[in-house]
């Protein structure tokens, strides 16, 4: 059983460049989540989707995009890399918003240079 | 807004010694509640939650937590660490009235000395 997977697990991008990291689960869950994780700040919302075709913004928004065209993947799209956005990346997932947990991936580890 | 404090961004201890951490919420409605732990270089796993009954629960690892509904409090305990708990702890809350939303505090870490 997978889980949660996320790629790639590390990438260095030039400021300006675009990427897609990609997640994937298969635990047939509805809700899947972006978090990014900032030293000292714990945990920020993205992105999250509440199934098939239905995503909304999280805290943290800006420079990012997302889409959830099956119920397994939820890809995050930077389309100009910021130094901001050096962070390290979580994708989580879970079976329903209320009394359930979420599974995390293993994460990516993004540097904007 | 919803928010998530843990008071303590930095612990230490020593083996043996008991562990307290503290996590505050600011929401008035049902909420369920976790806690996660991250090793280092490693994704967060859960090591506890609570969704409702008895507000004593017990964990993974020997770790339990007491929701105070009175206080808005479901802080984390364990008697005697080891060494092996060196990590970073990170309270959470999903409110019911916003369930698609896991709301994270920024974490405390914990060293613990062999």
């Known amino acids: 059983n997978a889980g949660v997977t996320q790629t790639p697990k590390f990438r260095i991008l030039k400021i300006g460049q675009s990427m897609t990291l990609q997640c994937a689960q298969d635990?047939?869950?509805?809700?899947m989540y972006w978090y990014r994780q900032d030293p000292g700040m714990g945990l920020k919302l993205i992105y999250y989707?509440?199934?098939?075709?239905?995503?909304d913004k999280g805290e943290v928004p800006n420079g990012y995009n997302v889409s959830r065209s099956t119920t397994e993947d939820f890809p995050l799209r930077l389309e100009l890399a910021a130094p901001s956005q050096t962070s390290v990346y979580f994708c989580?997932?879970?079976?329903?918003?209320?009394?359930?947990?979420?599974?995390f991936g293993q994460g990516t580890r993004l540097t904007v240079v | 807004a919803q928010s998530v404090s843990q008071h303590n961004h930095h612990v230490i201890l020593s083996e043996a010694a008991s562990l307290e951490l503290g996590c505050n919420y600011s929401?008035?409605?049902?909420?369920?509640l976790f806690w996660y732990v991250q090793y280092p270089g490693q994704h967060l796993q859960l090591l506890l939650k609570?969704?409702?009954?008895?507000?004593l629960v017990k964990g993974i690892k020997g770790f339990e937590a007491e929701f105070i509904k009175s206080k808005f409090s479901f802080n984390l305990r364990k008697p005697s660490v080891q060494w092996s708990d060196t990590a970073e702890y990170f309270c959470?809350?999903?409110?019911?009235?916003?369930?698609?939303?896991?709301?994270f505090g920024s974490g405390t870490r914990l060293s613990i000395r062999p």
């Open positions: 989707s509440v199934g098939a075709g239905i995503t």
């Open positions: 635990m047939n869950h509805n809700y």
């Open positions: 929401y008035g409605g049902t909420v369920n």
């Open positions: 609570y969704f409702s009954g008895d507000p």
């Open positions: 989580a997932s879970s079976y329903s918003g209320q009394n359930t947990e979420a599974f």
């Open positions: 959470a809350v999903t409110p019911y009235s916003s369930a698609s939303k896991i709301i």
